[in-house]
């Protein structure tokens, strides 16, 4: 059988009124890998399959890949660019079809060699972008990142005829913690042009699930409308990431961070959850550990429904995520460069984040009612948005807010 | 790369390991190295070992604090104490190495002994924060030259 577009699978699904859900899941081993994906396959639920690479991988020191891999050392993903060809091909034989897709997940501000590796397996889905891999991904340049996305983004689109390759947007994750959601959303639809300028016909848009549920709604909502206005003719999609901050130590708190996940993806109108599990505190989670995620979160999402969409263009998080991607856009026709020139002045600059190309003045909080503000804005184009909180943070003041929703899910209860 | 500057107290180096793109772990230990009057130079995550040298021999350091989280913590935390350690004038810098260096959230024995025998003066778990204040107390203060 031959695979299904990635793009086609999930909006299939969601026609169905069917949450797609899918695994952060990779191992260095390929008869575990196999294993990852043949029971990610069969899990009770509606799934798309994912390799997760390593961290050598990601940063391309696959020199130290090949090392671990020849001395049968465990790594935190699937060295896709060091197992031989035949071996990935028997990973993902007879597997990889029409009724499961399967992603790359990779981290890599310079994704040439894992898009080339991709589609010598008959792959053509994965994720990332030009700033949500970089900034939060290490120190590679952003003019790197830039000019490595535009060339990775035309090699996959300019593969085979027919077939539809995909990219998802990292943008709603950035750090994973503490970034206010209208840079979340802006960062997302970025990307997603981004990718659609340089040839993708079928893209998704991220957003991770924050510390506010109301605000989470306003997020997706604002995400989907702005998609709706920006990227007519192309398919796109919704795709929500559980919690990706400091996750709670407890597995009934773990869990039920991720039903609350899957309530809030279906509830919201994203198509496809990308699960987290309850060892997720802990160590890298095992086959065992991502089915039981997949099948908790397929069942929580199974009891919830659409809401009515409200007035998203009255939301804060519409307002702002707006102003900033039209902001960028009338920088530069190319979104590359206008990319680059709106972090070099400071209209989009990422809290906390240290990296050389991040302006580093934006600050951000938890508000007292939980949601996630602007403790300064910096030189983003956001005036009057600052609700100042005006005091140093202290390392202790940086733990709490990293651990509020975890503090909140340990305790048996929500933020 | 983040840097304060205080007085007469050594400078602390903080630094991730070459594969890991974690931060929040190194923000952190920068304010609480701070909040503790020590003067801090932050080389950020992905910091590959030539770099990690460079800067050592730049700042004379009375302290290296290597942090890593994403699972390779062990195998990249070796290589680069061989490299640290292989300079003489690095020889008797205290260098600690902490956080979750392995894959299976395991405290390995084996692999605790094998970094500390490479040279790491000390190897925190993931949680070890008073020990590590302690260590941190015990650091000699330093004349500014
Ligand atoms: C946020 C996060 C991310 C963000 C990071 C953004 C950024 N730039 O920092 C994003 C989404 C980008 C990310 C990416 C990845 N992540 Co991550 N991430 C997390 C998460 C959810 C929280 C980490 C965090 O912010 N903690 C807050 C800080 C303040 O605390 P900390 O880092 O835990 O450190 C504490 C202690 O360890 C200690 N400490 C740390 N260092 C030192 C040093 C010394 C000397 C001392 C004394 C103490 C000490 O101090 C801190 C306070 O107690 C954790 C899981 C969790 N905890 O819930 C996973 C986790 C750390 N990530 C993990 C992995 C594997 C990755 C990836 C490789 C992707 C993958 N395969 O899953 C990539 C990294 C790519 C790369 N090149 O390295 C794994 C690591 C597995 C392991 N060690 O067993 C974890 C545990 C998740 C999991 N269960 O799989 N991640």
């Given amino acids: ?415 | 790369m983040n840097s304060t500057h205080g007085t007469h107290s050594p400078t602390v180096l903080i630094t991730g390991t070459s594969s890991d793109a974690h931060t929040w772990n190194l923000v952190y230990l920068q304010l609480l190295l701070e909040e503790w009057g020590r003067r801090v130079v932050n080389l950020g995550p992905c910091a590959p070992d030539e770099l990690v040298l460079a800067s050592a021999l730049e700042h004379d350091p009375g302290l290296i604090v290597v942090s890593s989280v994403n699972g390779h913590g062990f195998h990249d935390g070796l290589r680069l104490i061989r490299v640290l350690r292989s300079h003489p004038r690095l020889a008797a810098t205290t260098i600690v190495i902490g956080g979750k260096l392995g894959v299976d959230g395991l405290r390995n024995v084996g692999q605790v002994r094998r970094l500390t025998e490479a040279g790491y003066d000390r190897v925190f778990d993931d949680g070890d924060m008073a020990d590590f204040r302690a260590l941190v107390s015990r650091l000699p203060a330093r004349a500014v030259s």
């Fill in chain 1, 1 to 415: 059988m031959t695979p299904v577009p990635f793009g086609d699978f999930v909006a299939r699904a969601q026609t169905r009124g069917t949450l797609v859900v899918q695994p952060r899941m990779g191992f260095s081993d390929p008869a575990r890998m196999r294993e990852g994906l043949l029971r990610t396959r069969a899990a009770d639920a509606v799934t798309a399959g994912t390799l997760t690479l390593d961290s050598y991988t990601r940063v391309g020191d696959l020199a130290a890949a090949r090392r671990a891999v020849a001395e049968g050392v465990a790594l935190n993903g699937y060295p896709i660019c060091t197992h031989p060809l035949r071996t990935s091909r028997a990973v993902l034989e007879g597997l990889h079809d029409s009724a499961f897709p399967v992603q790359v997940r990779h981290g890599s501000a310079q994704p040439e060699h894992i898009f080339s590796a991709l589609l010598a397996l008959g792959l053509d889905a994965s994720e990332g972008g030009p700033v949500s891999y970089c900034l939060p991904y290490g120190r590679t340049r952003l003019r790197d990142a830039v000019s490595s996305w535009r060339a990775g983004c035309e090699l996959l689109a300019s593969h085979g005829d027919g077939a539809a390759p995909h990219l998802e947007s990292f943008g709603g994750c950035l750090l994973g913690q503490l970034c206010p959601p209208a840079l979340l959303v802006a960062v997302s639809v970025l990307e997603g042009l981004f990718f659609v300028r340089h040839g993708l016909r079928s893209v998704s848009l991220s957003y991770a699930q924050q510390t506010h549920p109301r605000q989470d709604h306003e997020a997706v909502a604002a995400l989907r409308r702005l998609a709706g206005e920006l990227l007519p003719d192309v398919d796109w999609h919704v795709v929500l990431y559980a919690y990706m901050g400091v996750y709670p130590l407890s597995r009934g708190g773990a869990l039920t961070l991720l039903e609350a996940a899957a309530r809030l993806a279906v509830e919201s109108g994203a198509a496809r959850l990308i699960v987290k599990t309850a060892a997720e505190a802990h160590r890298i989670p095992t086959v065992s550990d991502n089915v039981e995620a997949l099948e908790t979160a397929a069942r929580a999402a199974a009891t919830a429904t659409r809401r009515p969409e409200r007035d998203a263009g009255g939301s804060e998080v519409y307002a702002e995520a707006r102003t900033l991607v039209h902001t960028v856009l009338g920088l530069d026709d190319d979104i590359g460069r206008a990319l680059l020139t709106a972090f070099r002045r400071g209209l989009l600059d990422v809290p906390y984040c240290l990296h050389p190309d991040n302006p580093g003045r934006a600050r951000s909080f938890i508000d007292r009612d939980g949601r996630l503000r602007w403790a300064d804005t910096g030189a983003l184009p956001l005036s009057g948005a600052a609700v100042s909180a005006a005091r140093k943070v202290t390392s202790a003041d940086l733990l709490a807010a990293l651990s509020h929703v975890q503090r909140a899910y340990d305790s048996g209860g929500t933020p």
